[in-house]
């Protein structure tokens, strides 16, 4: 009974199955398109928040004499670091040559790791005293404000949308936002991407500029801005924009690439530090004066930054009046 | 040609019987006047002038006469025992057929996929976390992991073929195909972000981060999808070789009952209670009946263990494992992101209680204790709670570590494989879990073998027992009515 059921039901099959199975035809398999985790196409927008009219995002607080290493004032924002026994600093570890990890020992490096060890050496009379914490831009804020991390030094743009929610310290290096297109593309300029895709980081001021551009490009948002080089080289996107060092830094890894058009935004890299913690940033502006006037800052330049040409004069502090 | 007379049986006396035998013919000769061949008989002249239909109504009378007389339903009796038990007889042969190809296709070919598919998950999962935990250890990666990668990639792949041969499940297809189409690309986003890695280029661990969401987003997703689809083929095919043989069994009952009525009857009529033949036939389709029902019940029985002691252990096990390496995988990456890991780190605290909940003892691992029914199998599971617990105190103190700034040192206690790192922790729970997994495997296989030796020999056996009943039907009513001659 079963028998005659099961041959009856493969006949069928045999039947059903002749019609679509014929010689010539094409092959029931599309290509896999691989994407890195958290890709958002198209991107959506950070939420702005009104920023008041007479705001300059360069104005940061004057800073006063820094106290000398593993003496900070009692009671202060440095006192409780110091006793903590470490600087806990969130950075990025994808971003060449401002904050990478050095594949063959481990360890992140870069000019902004530099520059975070020099917070550390000015707080402890020792830069190893520090504890970096990697993120993505979008973590940055909300890192802050629940008090993960002391500071951030992550390719961070000063604006004064930013203002309202955490404190800057002076700009440490001045940025632009430019692209990144493979070398066999006819893009020269951002007016050039109208309808096309364009990558950055989500929850980055390069993504808000992507999409307030004339030309209407796509904008695609992804985890890290790195993730878009990796779209980009995939032929996924069109091209990358996000701040000409860091694109400096992408075409540096990969020679078939390269950074055009003029910078459509202006970038200027603050390090961020809590709104409660006015203290701090007052003594990281001293730490940052210290650093351009003795040299330190240039030695960090040329160290990790040298392929973007020589040093040039370290950004000049701005203060609230 | 011995047959037993009354006197021996009887209590009443001798005449008792006859008369007996005489009341038992007054029915039906207290029907006759009412049945259909008197009257018939009388009015056919005037109502059926046409003499065709005369003729029938005529043969029909001298056939339901005929009927009537003893010989005419000894005639019927046979006939209706003869159709019985080779109805029987051919139902019960099929059934045993039919269940003992289902469960040599449940060993030969459902339980192996199960355990491929169960493979292809482990080595997909495999290499991931090895890659990962190759990228931690950075720059040149240990040859170790390299080769780990590479067993992992033909186990998979060896895993693939035999599924994609095998699973006939129509559930199966679309998955096989998916893996199919991912795994290289998945393997070449590795290479190039190994390539990338050896040049010290952050882009490495983005193509990394790329090859883990294909993995996690795409790959893991099929390969469980496989594998639901071939446990499905095996639960059915399980249910089907321990089905009742819902036609046979019934058949050979009422053959079984027919032959003793036949016998009551025989009894009745004349004035012998036994007659070899009948005798003989209801013996061999009792012997029929109980074979069929034991062996039927013996192999029902042993696919019930194979399932209970052997497949349900191994998925146990296999879930175990894969928990594990999950596991292992989120600590790693933990320490890839650096700080911004705590979905990894929430997902590992997850996925730890799934393995053994929240004392050490629950979860899968507790599961597969309470089901272990050796003592070979009770060790291995209590060797892999003993490893987790280790497992979780070392994990403590890699986040503490962390934590607190000492990502070197974090680093090292992770990937380690000697006995005091996590790495060699895991990889001693991956072996007692591997072993479970092989022990449930044995047991699975030793129960359908022994389901299959149940219904060894039955088919044979019942096409004898059937042939002795039509025999014994034949000649014992055959001798009865060439008495009536």
């Known amino acids: 009974m079963r028998k005659v059921a099961v041959a009856l039901a493969a006949l069928a099959l045999l039947a059903g199955c002749s019609a679509p199975q014929q010689w010539g035809a094409p092959p029931d398999s599309k290509p896999v398109q691989p994407r890195p985790a958290g890709v958002q196409d198209p991107a959506v927008l950070p939420s702005s928040s009104a920023a008041p009219a007479n705001c300059d995002p360069l104005a940061s607080l004057r800073p006063g004499a820094l106290p000398p290493p593993g003496q900070p004032p009692a009671g202060s924002s440095m006192a409780k670091i110091v006793q903590r026994g470490r600087l806990i600093v969130g950075v990025s570890q ?50 802050l404000k629940n008090g993960e991390v002391d500071l951030v030094v992550r390719a961070m743009t000063m604006t004064c949308d930013r203002w309202q929610e955490i404190s800057f310290s002076t700009e440490y290096f001045t940025g632009g936002q430019r692209l990144l297109v493979p070398v066999d593309s006819p893009v020269k300029s951002i007016d050039d991407l109208g309808g096309k895709k364009v990558c950055a980081a989500a929850g980055s001021t390069n993504i808000t500029a992507i999409a307030a551009a004339k030309s209407k490009p796509i904008p695609v948002a992804a985890t890290d801005a790195l993730d878009c080089m990796v779209l980009l080289q995939q032929g996924q996107i069109d091209a990358v924009s996000t701040d000409d060092a860091i694109l400096a830094g992408f075409a540096a890894q990969d020679p078939a690439t390269h950074v055009v058009g003029p910078a459509f935004a202006a970038a200027p890299y603050g390090i961020g530090i809590g709104k409660a913690n006015a203290d701090l940033v007052r003594f990281v502006n001293g730490v940052l004066e210290k650093v351009r006037a003795d040299g330190t800052w240039t030695a960090i330049y040329q160290r990790w930054l040298s392929s973007l040409g020589p040093a040039p004069a370290p950004p000049v502090a701005r203060y609230q009046a | 040609m011995a047959t037993v007379h009354t006197p021996l049986h009887a209590a009443p006396g001798p005449a008792a019987p006859q008369q007996r035998a005489a009341n038992r013919s007054d029915p039906a000769a207290a029907v006759a006047p009412r049945s259909p061949a008197v009257p018939l008989d009388r009015r056919a002249p005037s109502r059926l002038p046409d003499r065709p239909l005369g003729a029938r109504v005529g043969l029909r009378r001298r056939a339901l006469a005929w009927l009537r007389r003893t010989p005419g339903i000894l005639a019927l009796m046979t006939a209706v025992l003869v159709g019985l038990g080779v109805a029987a007889g051919t139902a019960g042969i099929g059934a045993v057929r039919e269940r003992a190809a289902l469960v040599s296709g449940v060993a030969a070919a459902n339980g192996p996929l199960v355990l491929a598919a169960q493979d292809l998950y482990r080595a997909l999962s495999d290499a991931d976390a090895t890659v990962a935990s190759a990228f931690l250890l ?89 594998y639901l689809a071939v446990s499905a083929q095996l639960a059915t095919a399980r249910d089907d070789a321990s089905a009742v043989p819902w036609l046979a069994l019934p058949l050979a009952l009422l053959s079984l009952i027919g ?23 209801t013996a061999a389709a009792l012997v029929a009946v109980l074979w069929l029902g034991v062996a039927w019940f013996g192999a029902a029985g042993h696919l019930s263990a194979s399932r209970r002691d052997g497949s349900a252990q191994v998925e146990l096990f296999a879930q175990a494992r894969i928990a594990a390496l999950q596991a292992r995988g989120d600590e790693s990456l933990t320490l890839v992101a650096r700080g911004a890991g705590a979905a990894f780190e929430k ?60 990502y070197p040192e974090a680093v090292t206690l992770a990937v380690g494989a000697d006995e005091a790192s996590a790495g060699g922790v895991f990889n001693r729970l991956d072996e007692d879990l591997a072993r479970g997994l092989t022990d449930g495997g044995d047991r699975f296989a030793r129960e359908v073998r022994a389901a299959g030796t149940a219904l060894r020999g039955v088919a044979g056996g019942l096409g004898v027992l059937m042939t002795l009943v039509l025999v014994g039907v034949l000649v014992g009513l055959g001798q009865r009515v060439l008495e009536y001659r």
């Open chain 1, 94 to 143: 994808n971003t060449y040559l401002f904050g990478h990890r050095d594949s063959r020992t481990g360890e992140l490096v870069g000019f902004e790791i530099d520059l975070a060890r020099e917070v550390a050496r000015a707080l402890f009379g020792d830069p190893t005293k520090i504890q970096f914490r990697a993120m993505s831009a979008a973590e940055r804020i909300p890192a």
């Open chain 2, 138 to 226: 950075g720059g040149a990666e240990p040859a170790a992991l390299r080769t780990r990668y590479r067993e992992d990639l033909a186990a998979a792949s060896d895993a693939l073929v035999r599924l994609a041969g095998g699973a006939t499940a129509e559930a199966a297809a679309a998955p096989t195909r998916r893996i199919a189409a991912n795994l290289p690309v998945y393997t070449g986003l590795v290479e190039t972000a190994r390539t990338l890695n050896r040049q010290d280029l952050p882009l490495g661990a983005a193509y990394l981060r790329e090859a883990s969401a294909l993995m996690r987003d795409a790959l893991l997703p099929a390969a469980q999808d496989l």
């Open chain 2, 259 to 281: 032959l003793v009525a036949a016998q009551v009857f025989l009894a009745r009529r004349t004035n012998r209670v036994f007659n070899v033949g009948l005798v003989a036939a």
């Open chain 2, 347 to 406: 997902r590992f605290t997850e996925t730890m209680k799934r393995l053994a909940g929240d004392d050490g003892t629950g979860g899968l691992l507790g599961q597969a204790r309470a089901r272990a029914t050796d003592g070979a199998s009770r060790a291995a599971v209590d060797q892999a709670i003993a490893d987790v617990k280790q497992w979780r105190d070392l994990h403590k103190r890699i986040r503490e570590l962390d934590d607190s700034g000492r």
